[in-house]
């Protein structure tokens, strides 16, 4: 997109008894407008409260800026407000439509004497346009629309709760979820954001999040940009069953597919469907059903043998998908299994390792790697915010086939250090979750110990001493010190071999680890030598 960042500070050539301002912030409120009140000193008896104001536009391509000085002294001052008036034609090859104009202009300026309580404002505003307009912006204007559209978005659904933190999110939120859309060749677009409000528009961002929300806060303007974003996700329907595009860009001239199909026409079913019932209106229904029954049916063709929907990536473009590894929860297929949280983590480990080793043996960090690195997928996890067995295991604590077997998931931070990947309150949600639920009865002998290192990581060392001291069949050591399975496995050294690693990580912690005796209470009943 064509895109300029300006330095302009209109205030940098006012003039205060004939010398540049210097200011001293006292406040700043955020509320459909910015508004900032500073203090200025200006000599014996001289200081000036100075109230500026910054809002888009409404309907126009501008930021508009008004600017208020108060006398708040006991002698006259001397202002001088230039007159600015900046021209800037941007590059024709980079234009779609060969040059623009980028306008910086101020009204209202001049010099004058401000008596003591008195008040001088000016404005300011930078603009783009394709063709120069006949005359400047109206800066009070501005300010009247949008403070009018602004309390309208915030009457109509408001969030009322406890917690006024709560409550100011939701209703900032509205703000950027209304005002971010604007006329374009291609119709009414809502714009991705990101800085660059660009013309453009994505299965994610605009089929499936905002669309279902325009309804409810009753923004005809939104509702209209709705249903023109899914008329050009229409346009792709096609007999052979391709993909929709990603993306609809060049204000509906183009398109972005790059990541090959993320599960696009998931999203756009499910957008459609739910702006459909929030709207209530059923010609707009009529209009969407053919494409939200193709998007259906384009999933029920991709649907594989694990019964999952598949694609090309997901919504989570270039991230980095573990798939086909056999995982050490047994009743994962490999041929199945998205992202396993053991196994993620293991690739962390691995390449963080390397690249460490590489650094020490005086070598540069591998850029390749370090991109693998920065790309892993998270670790998957359910509403109770839970850790799943696997991206694609979203039963895993409503399965008994999945919660009697190794849990896995805790050797994801116990067996292998703490990482971006996970989050340490999640964790202890699923360690919580799997100690007081898990059928352990079908567990194995180094679960024990898994679960041990896991609880010491995670600062909860009674869970770790209680684990490794468990009364279940597959946790017993017989008087030859071998780990008892059942009468055809009475030897089995992955117990034995977790128990030793679980005991040494307890005592001696880990790289970084402050603590003496870890995984030992501190309870005054356990002198751990």
Known sequence: SLMRRLDWNPLEDVMVEGRAMREQVKSVTLNGTLVVVSDIQAGKNRSLSLKRTYLPSVDLPSLVEIYEFTNTGTEAIDLEIPKIGIVSPTNPKKGVEGSYYILCTSADGGSQTLLPGKTAAFSASVSAYKVLPEKNIDAAKELEKRKTVVAEWMNNLVLDTPDPVINE?????????????????????????????????????????????????????????????????????????????????????????????????????????????????????????????????????????????????????????????????????????????????????????????????????????????????PLAYNEDKLYLAAETATDTYKDIRFTSDHMAVLGSVGILPMNKLIRDDYMKNTLHWIWDNWNWGKTWGWDYPMTAMNATRLGEPEKAVGALLMDKRTNTYLLNGHNYQDGRLRCYLPGNGGLLTAVALMCAGWDGCTEGNPGFPKNGLWNVK
């Open 169 to 377: 999110m939701f209703a900032f939120s509205k703000i950027r979820a209304l005002e971010s859309i604007y006329e374009t060749k291609g119709g009414p677009m809502h714009g991705p954001g990101g800085e660059s409000y660009y013309a453009a528009i994505w299965a994610n961002d605009q089929a499936e999040y905002i669309n279902p929300y325009f309804p409810y806060v009753g923004y005809q303007y939104g509702n209209a940009s709705a249903v023109n974003s899914f008329e050009h996700f229409a346009r792709y329907m096609n007999d052979e069953w391709k993909p929709i595009p990603s993306s609809i860009v060049a204000e509906g001239d183009s398109y972005w597919n790059g990541a090959g199909d993320r599960g696009d026409a998931a999203m756009i079913a499910y957008g459609a469907a739910r702006y459909a019932l929030a709207s209530g209106n059923k010609e707009e229904a009529l209009k969407l059903w053919p494409l939200i029954e193709w998007c259906l049916e384009f999933c029920r063709r991709k649907i594989n043998e694990g019964g999952v929907v598949a694609s090309d990536s997901d919504e989570l473009e270039g991230r980095f998908v573990l798939k086909g590894a056999i995982p050490a929860q047994e009743t994962l297929r490999a041929s199945e299994t998205v992202n396993p949280p053991f196994e993620l983590s293991y690739w962390h480990f691995a390449m963080e390792t390397a690249q460490k080793w590489r650094e020490r043996a005086g070598e540069k960090r591998n850029l390749e790697w370090d991109e693998m690195i920065d790309k892993l997928s």
